[in-house]
């Protein structure tokens, strides 16, 4: 009990009473599967966004859907890097040990990114929506400024949802010898009964972000996608069947799967925690089901490029592209005497070849990963392939 001498325990909510007096989750080998996961989402992850960082942000042409792309692998990106703080944290039997401020920044980028996915996500279904059904007004008020000044809303938006989870986020030594990186809503409390502040606060902060971060989104991508399909459909009955539906269906079906086996977990468990306070039962469910639960919704950043980008066979072509410069340029300089040997020649040398070889040269808006087309006839989510005909579908600059 001497780690918990300096605190007085009724100074806490009535959760992290439960949580600092109990030994749960100490036994590392029931985790290590967990921890396993992590570290293999966590590399993956972390290339992953970088390669796209990569291809996106300096091999192809910039476009709307581009600009979406890369906030979103941006923001993927930045929480694979955090990944591994939690894995640490679950590899040390549910043990923080890396200091307050790193709990703090650890908790603030995956809120964050929570934020940031949910409305990049309804962001780009309402882009593809209007596409479809606004394709005329697309073409005169879409542009790559109007997306840029749509990501920074989506970024502070997020960031200021993201204030309460940091300002409560607080390192908390158990009873065990153990320490705690949980919300303690606690913190800065008003003059009045505590448990009713603890109530409040975390009532407030789990219905907020179960209905910013996960049911607006997902009502917004999933009303956007049923009045594209029911578009196509229309077209289908007065211009016979669509080559492209079924890939668009099973494309539209995998983002609402993805979406919903991520994060509804997750805010499964915010919302059991809310009820736990009223109902101290549920809270040994809580403590033990909300890291799994986290585990889920991380594998969001590493199905979100897969979904968006890598199912585009022209950005993998863009990929093998880029990968084969760079090893071209590392060879050229290895046979021409590389860094230590000549005057430099050799960079100089790669990077001539490269301009010169069919890898480097970027291809017209209309082939590149993220096509300029926007008519419906077009419209499949495989914008991307670049295989659909031009001829007779209307084209706006993305």
Sequence with gaps: MSQLSSFNLSEFCPLIREMLNHSRNNDTRVNLPVVAVHGLVSAVGILENALILWVVGFRIRRTVIAVWVLNLALSDFLATLTLPLFTHYLASAHSWDLGQRLCQIQSTIFFVNMFVSGFLLASISLDRCLLVLRPVWCQNHRSVSAAWKVCAAVWAAAVLNSVPY???????????????????????AAPGPLERTCRLRQDATA????????????????GSYALVSVRLRQRERRKGPARLSARFFKLVVAVIVVFLCCWAPYHAMCLLEVMAHRYPALRPKVEIGLPVATTFSFLNCVLNPVLYVFSCPDFCHRIRQSLAAVLEGLLVEDEEGGPWGGSGGGARSSQGQRRNTP???????????????????????????????????PTSPL
């Design 166 to 188: 940091s300002v409560f986020r607080a390192v908390i030594p158990r009873q065990d010898g153990r320490r705690l990186c949980y919300h303690n809503f606690a913190l800065h």
């Design 207 to 222: 219905l907020s972000k179960f209905l910013l971060a996960f049911l607006i989104p997902f009502c917004v991508i999933g």
């Design 359 to 393: 890898h480097a040269p970027l291809r017209p808006p209309g082939s590149l990963v993220l096509s300029t087309q926007v008519s419906v006839c077009a419209y499949s989510f495989t914008h991307c392939s670049g295989s659909s005909s031009q001829a007779s579908c």
